[in-house]
């Protein structure tokens, strides 16, 4: 291939990686907009009956009632940007937002905010989140280090419990807290000192992604997608209940699990559920108490109800108006008034992107199809 031939077709390329903003004049002077993605669904949970997915680190909510979506971020809502985790605390009605730096905030049904900066503040380097575990009034928030136990109630950590593991998730049950870390599984008694780490008991050697309660039984999901009974005390168990799932969930007293292209409804460990899926991968599954609300990489957020032994769908594909990744590197304007932005990265450490062109027009987000380098047989 000639140079000249190689120059065009890299900068057909680059031309490919303009993402062409129009019709943003209608924004006052002084004034912002964001440009969230709220593709690539991580997360969803139901709370002041709306339903929350948490999408490439942002957050929106659908009303199944009367269809309606909103998109929250920092400039008309919450207190900081890329969140990583969600969990809803029925005892206080608050939806708990933990963000990338630690910062957490709690969402309320009338969209207030009250937020807790203590973790995000703190002299510790790592501020990762792993899990967020209810109990009552309190958050057990798994983090690289131990646990952070967050008082939902007076708003404020209450205590850190410091293992020297990273904690995958937590639990309590029986007033003990259990403790998925990369060093087996730990237990303590909430009566006694856990900021003592000799009064932590460690019960299993092996490493597990989750632990949970289903059916009055402990289960944990090891890291070959396989979910293992364990006996009462967190040691190991003799079998497993299933193996080879993808997505797992609880909610409404059910074990959710998602295997190949089916969705499996446990209501009990020998009784369940089984059903076909239309679309497969699967990002998130939960159950409201009406519908099951299945989140897919490219269609969003979707819900389904059980009708004649089937799955029905019956909301298709919700996904707030936005860019389809959150990947900008570069912006000019060109000479005709548009806002041209380049994705991706200087690549210096080694980070591969998806090559995705994305165009607002009209305020309406629209993209070219992600098969670029199938055409080209270049990398981009």
């Not at 206080?92 to 969209?111: P, R, S, T």
């Not at 403790?179 to 003592?196: A, P, Q, V, Y």
């Not at 632990?211 to 979910?227: G, P, W």
């Not at 299933?242 to 409404?252: H, K, V």
Request: charged share 15%; aromatic share 14%.
């Amino acid at each position: 291939m000639s140079y000249h031939l190689n120059k065009r077709i890299l900068t057909s390329i680059l031309i490919l990686f303009l993402v062409i903003l129009k019709s943003i004049s209608n924004i006052a002077n002084g004034e912002w907009r964001t440009h969230l993605s709220y593709h690539n669904p991580e997360k969803s949970l139901a709370a002041f009956g709306k339903i929350y997915s948490l999408c490439s680190g942002s957050i929106y909510s659908y009303d199944p009632e009367d269809r309606s979506i909103q998109t929250f971020d920092k400039i008309n809502t919450l207190s900081d940007s890329k969140i990583v985790q969600i969990a809803y605390s029925a005892s206080e009605k608050a939806i708990i937002l933990v963000y990338d730096n630690g910062n957490i905030d709690l969402l309320y049904e009338d969209n207030d905010i009250f937020n807790i900066p203590d973790f995000h503040i703190s002299d510790l380097s790592d501020k990762t989140v792993n899990d967020i575990y209810i109990h009552n009034r309190y958050a057990y928030l798994s983090t690289n280090f131990g646990v952070i136990v967050l008082n939902t109630y007076k708003k404020e950590i209450s205590n850190s419990f410091y293992l020297g593991y990273s904690v995958n998730s937590s639990i309590i049950r029986e007033e003990k807290i259990f403790c998925t870390t990369t060093n087996g599984i730990f237990s303590g008694n909430l009566s006694d000192n856990l900021l003592d780490f000799s009064n932590w008991i460690k019960t299993n050697p092996y490493s597990f992604n989750k632990i949970f309660e289903f059916d009055n039984k402990l289960f944990a999901l090891s890291n070959d997608n396989k979910v293992w009974f364990l006996n009462s005390n967190g040691s190991m168990g003799s079998e497993t209940l299933i193996t080879g799932i993808s997505s797992l969930s609880l909610s409404q007293k059910n074990l959710i699990v998602i295997k190949d292209s089916n969705i499996i409804i446990y209501n009990t460990i020998n009784t369940y559920n089984q059903f076909s899926l239309d679309n497969y991968p699967v990002s998130f599954v939960f159950f409201d108490g009406t519908y099951y609300w299945i989140s897919y990489p490219d269609s969003g957020l979707n819900g389904y109800k059980i009708v004649n032994n089937s799955l029905k769908k019956v909301v298709q594909g919700v996904i707030p108006n936005s860019p389809k990744r959150n990947y900008f590197n570069y912006m000019d304007f060109s000479p005709d008034g548009r806002l041209l932005v380049v994705g991706g990265s200087l690549n210096y450490s080694g980070v591969d992107y998806e090559g995705t062109v994305m165009i607002l027009n009209d305020n309406s987000w629209s993209y070219f199809p992600e098969n670029i380098k199938e055409i080209t047989q270049l990398n981009y």
